[in-house]
């Protein structure tokens, strides 16, 4: 079954910067609609962002001007840049295929599927 990798979380203080990325095992013809949550402890999992694979994307409120979000078709992977980070952005980040655009779920992934998630901690 098609990974979803996340990497990139870490500790940083407020106001730094990390990029998480999100690469699929799947073959790099497979296009992917997809998004970025985030769950804190105990809360629950909330949209961040997301891209569909013409470009558009979408933000939370909370990150908009803040986080942005890319995708590179050819390696399968998508992107979120977060720049002043506030320590309420403190999360465990997941990605997830929001919709299989092109491509054979068998190889490519199921529409729902998720990551393990990547830990971000932004200390005040």
């Known amino acids: 079954q098609v990974q979803l990798v996340e990497s990139g979380g870490g500790s940083v203080q407020a106001g730094g910067s ?21 769950q804190a402890p105990g809360k629950e999992r909330e949209f961040v962002s997301g891209i569909n694979t013409k470009g558009s994307t979408s933000y939370a409120d909370s990150v908009k001007g803040r ?3 890319s995708q590179d078709n050819g390696k399968n992977t998508v992107y979120l840049q977060m720049n ?3 320590p309420e952005d403190t999360a465990m980040y997941y990605c997830k295929i929001d919709r299989l655009y092109y491509g054979v779920v068998r190889l490519c992934g199921p529409p729902g599927h998720w990551g393990q998630g990547t830990q971000v901690t932004v200390s005040s």
Do not use: E
């Open 84 to 86: 002043s980070l506030k």
């Open 67 to 69: 986080f942005t979000i």
């Open 18 to 38: 990390l990029r998480l990325s999100c690469a699929a095992s799947g073959p790099t013809y497979c296009r992917y609609d997809m998004s970025w949550y985030r």
